[in-house]
Nanobody
């Protein structure tokens, strides 16, 4: 079993920055990819960014150049540095893990609100 816990969300003004953290615990030895999804009110959940075990990253076009995903393996923690935030970045952000056994886990989610 895997447990993922997000932290670092909150309210920020447009143009500001926030850093989300995701602490992973449990059977994380089989992790293949970790990443962040988000879901805005009335919209479908969408991929924000992924990072593979080897460090390869992927970003959605809407956040490329503004967000940076990273991993601290010693702390079993993943980060999402979000700069130049826009009101359209307002959403609940979910940490996720995909394993080599094709299992998927998500955290409970954390609110990010960007005011204009």
């Amino acid at each position: 079993q895997v447990h993922l816990e997000e932290s670092g969300g909150g309210l920020v003004q447009a143009g500001g920055s926030l850093t989300l953290s995701c602490a992973a615990s449990g059977s994380i030895f089989s992790a293949k990819t970790m990443g962040w999804d988000r879901q805005a009110p009335g919209k479908q959940r969408e991929l924000v960014a992924d990072i593979s075990r080897g460090g390869a990253t992927y970003y959605a076009g809407s956040v490329k150049g503004r967000f940076t995903i990273s991993m601290d393996s010693a702390k079993n923690t993943m980060y999402l540095q979000m700069n130049s935030l826009k009101p359209e970045d307002t959403a609940v952000y979910y940490c996720k893990m995909l394993t080599t056994e094709s299992a998927a886990y998500w955290g409970r989610g954390i609110q990010v609100t960007v005011s204009s």
